[in-house]
């Protein structure tokens, strides 16, 4: 597989003939080819799974168990670049390469990297958490001796970027089914919700998937610097909150607009008589400070001559 060198630049189409780009961000286009920074990532999922195998007792010093977090505080920061099971490993691996093509380029390699160690550090300390609260909610110690580990956080992020930057791009899910970028953070919430109550033990990573688009998506509408704009943040309303929702709920996540409240306006006639006659009165204590002013020295000239 030919190997790409990572682009600093961001990705941008031609503008088309008597198109006028002054002042427009570039377009962003799909990625063609793996970068290294991908590979390298890949090489650790893989190379984490592996030490798994060969060192299963690792697992106690690099993924998130609860019971254990205090003294081994490093986990929350290890966990998110161990996957537990093969398929969870090729999974990562697959859609690390594939949405990383498309941010990394945009992004380049320093930016991409520190999303990647910001979203999973935020997710595995929220994950445990989650874990704590589950705990005291429910009373069941499997919450705290289960171990928490896996990329699926900061890929749940990638889903996010890809909503930012490509929200057209048509994503292949199964057979001949593709799902646009911009609607898939919602999908894979929905999926994952409904695997919950199937599969009991996928609710672990519920939490992850939630608190990876959530961080993403603060991160990316607030704090990033945009390789595009060169600005702070996205505040456009095509990356607000309510639309990672489609239409028909975004109701539910609007904020809510506080009602105007006619203010009582005065007759127009009393305010200006109120107005003269506050000039009046102005105009005496002038006068009467002026007066004051001019008696008090010939007072004095008249004392010095007596």
Not at 43 to 67: E, K
Not at 219 to 232: A, D, E, H, S
Request: with cysteine; charged share 15%.
């Amino acid at each position: 597989m030919m190997e790409s060198q990572p682009l600093q630049e961001p990705t941008a189409t031609a503008p088309a003939a008597g198109e006028e780009t002054a002042g427009a961000p570039p377009a962003v286009v799909p990625g063609k080819e793996f970068t290294r920074t991908c590979k390298g990532l890949v090489v650790l999922l893989i190379g984490g799974y592996v030490l798994l195998q060969l060192l299963p007792s690792s697992l106690n010093y690099l993924a998130i168990i609860p019971s254990k977090t205090i003294p081994y505080v490093w986990t929350v920061f290890t966990a998110g670049y161990i996957e537990q099971v093969l398929p969870g490993a090729i999974g990562s691996s697959l859609g690390l390469l594939f949405c990383g093509k498309d941010i990394e380029p945009v992004w380049g390699r320093k930016e991409f990297l520190k999303f990647v160690i910001l979203v999973n550090s935020i997710c595995g300390i929220l994950a445990f958490c989650f874990a704590i609260g589950l705990y005291y909610v429910t009373g069941k110690e499997s919450f705290l001796v289960t171990p928490l580990s896996g990329f699926h956080g900061c890929l749940a992020g990638f889903l996010v970027a890809l909503k930012q930057l490509l929200p057209n791009l048509e994503l292949p899910m199964c057979f001949f089914w593709k799902i646009k970028a911009k609607w898939m953070p919602f999908f894979v919430v929905c999926f994952s919700s409904i695997m919950a109550f199937i599969v009991p033990d996928s609710i672990n990573f519920l939490p992850t998937l939630v608190s990876g688009m959530y961080v993403s998506w603060l991160y990316l509408r607030y704090f990033q610097r945009n390789p595009l704009t060169g600005l702070r943040g996205d505040p456009s309303d095509d990356f607000s909150f309510p639309s990672l929702f489609p239409a028909a709920m975004r109701m539910l996540c609007a904020r809510s607009r506080p009602s105007e409240v006619a203010l009582p306006v005065s007759d127009p006639t009393k305010a200006s008589r109120r107005r003269e006659r506050g000039e009046r009165v102005l105009e005496e204590r002038l006068a009467g400070d002026h007066a004051a002013d001019t008696e008090a020295p010939a007072r004095g000239h008249g004392t010095a001559e007596d």
